[in-house]
């Protein structure tokens, strides 16, 4: 991690002139949702040194929160505890919080090492390579959601209004966020209503590096918990309703010259404005889609949301502005030049929605990939039939990931078997699971 400016006797000095009384030991778990342990400010500087105890299995902890077997953390290390290292530089009061500040943590074993398959510990060996290459990544990630009725799970207005002005603020927690989001130091720069009744997305400005994946995790979990004090139910579940739109997170990158601050996604000789290194990242990110997938869409839920005419990709494509492709080159000829991976699906993992991206991209500089898959032309590429179709399941996109293995190789083995492990077990438990559509559509008739 990289070394703060600030010790955490600064941190805890300051924090104790703003009167707060307990720090938030957070660790991002496999989900990208916060597990922490909260702790009384006397007692910060002792675990900060130290590290703080906590169950060593809480980052592979599948959705229902169980404990899952053969992952590498749990029987095989006996149940053993992890320790919290805090990043310092991820310090922040938190606004929507009570005399309570943030120190977002990574795990490591009592021996010292890290716990490799923690995603914010996996995209930091990522940005790592890409610097080694010479490149600051610069960031920034699209999330849609729904804001739902705790006590009916149902939106709280109807229609499509995209962009309305009554609707934008038709609900006060929008405004709330509005509020709170940059006094934890999130730089939101629009706002709006979304397609589908009840869904906004809100959007903040690029950061380089881990930064961004932090800001989004900040993000995703303080919408939650301040739609929460509202008595609102904020969620950034997939698909929560079959006949509306579903809702994504894209991801926004470009690659900056180290040394000189040069864009090396732009060249205006060619005729999209491309450089060849960009169309080798999106090469990268064609041959690997359906392994990237299983990070871009992890759930059995997101698979609802690819489908033509809905605004999400539905083939293995890419095409200037082109909303529909998979991946769009937002190609404006200048340093604002960048690429958008529109595959997320609102469950992802910020830190693991950046790490394939950024993986597969990387991939293709290193090996000089050929930029062998066409640019949408002629029309939306979801029309053209030449196109690859994506995977249809989780269970398609596990697959690829096991069988990718320069992609896992990218990604590290600890990491791949504590993953894939854990999502099949959710796979096995869906399956399991007899659901409401076949017990109407079986049960009485026949």
């Known amino acids: 991690m990289a070394k703060s400016t600030k010790t955490i006797a600064d941190l805890v000095r300051a924090w104790k002139a703003d009167n707060i009384a307990h720090v938030q030991f957070e660790l991002p778990d496999m989900h990208g949702v916060s ?12 675990y900060a040194a130290k590290g703080l105890n906590m169950y060593g299995g809480t980052v592979v902890l599948d ?20 320790y919290l290292k805090p990043d310092l530089n991820t310090a922040i009061i938190v606004p929507w919080l009570d005399r309570t500040a943030r120190l977002i943590c990574e795990g490591y074993w009592e021996d010292g090492a890290p716990q490799k398959a923690a995603p914010r510990w996996v995209l930091r060996q990522l940005l790592s390579k890409a610097e080694s290459l010479g490149y ?5 990630l699209e ?5 739902l009725s705790p006590d009916t799970s149902e939106p709280y207005f109807g229609g499509l209004h995209i962009f309305n002005t009554l609707r934008n603020r038709y609900i006060p927690l929008i405004d709330q966020i509005m509020d709170e989001m940059p006094k934890a130091g999130i730089d939101l720069i629009t706002a709006n209503s979304e397609y589908a009744p009840s869904q906004f997305e809100i959007n903040f400005a690029p950061s380089i590096g881990i930064e961004a994946a932090d800001q989004a995790f900040t993000f995703k979990n303080g919408v939650k918990t ?12 997939t698909k929560p309703f079959s006949d509306t739109a579903a809702s994504g997170c894209h991801v926004h990158i470009g690659l900056i010259n180290k040394e000189t601050g040069e864009n090396i996604f732009l060249d205006n000789s060619d005729s999209d404005g491309l450089s060849s290194l960009a169309r080798q990242f999106i090469q990268g990110m ?3 889609t359906p392994a990237s997938m299983a990070l871009l869409a992890p759930t059995i839920n997101c698979y609802s949301r690819f489908k033509p005419h809905t605004f999400a990709p539905s083939n293995v494509s890419w095409g200037p502005q082109d909303r529909s492709a998979a991946v769009r080159a937002k190609n404006s000829r200048d340093d604002n030049t960048h690429l958008e991976n529109r595959l997320g699906a609102g469950l992802a ?8 991206v950024l993986a597969t991209g990387l991939l293709g500089i290193e090996k000089g990939m050929e930029a ?23 269970e398609v996109s596990l697959e690829a990931l096991e069988k990718d293995t320069v992609f896992a190789d990218m990604l590290g083995e600890e990491f791949v078997k504590a993953y894939t492990t854990m999502r099949w077990n959710e796979v096995t438990r869906f399956r399991s699971h007899i659901t409401d559509w076949e017990k109407q559509e079986y049960l009485e008739i026949y």
Do not use: W
């Open 226 to 237: 301040i739609a929460h004090q509202m008595g609102q139910n904020a969620t950034f579940m």
């Open 35 to 46: 597990r922490s342990k909260l702790v009384p400010i006397s007692h910060v500087e002792s």
């Open 372 to 394: 062998k898959t066409p640019k949408a032309e002629s029309g939306p590429a979801e029309e053209n039939p030449n196109y690859k179709k994506l995977p249809a399941t989780i």
């Open 349 to 356: 993992n910020p830190y693991l929605a950046i790490a394939a």
């Open 63 to 82: 959705t229902a929160s169980s404990v899952v077997g053969n992952t590498l953390y749990n029987e095989e290390v006996n149940y053993a505890d992890q």
């Open 143 to 147: 999330y849609e959601f729904y804001v």
């Open 136 to 140: 600051d990544v610069k960031l920034g």
């Open 286 to 288: 064609m041959d690997h």
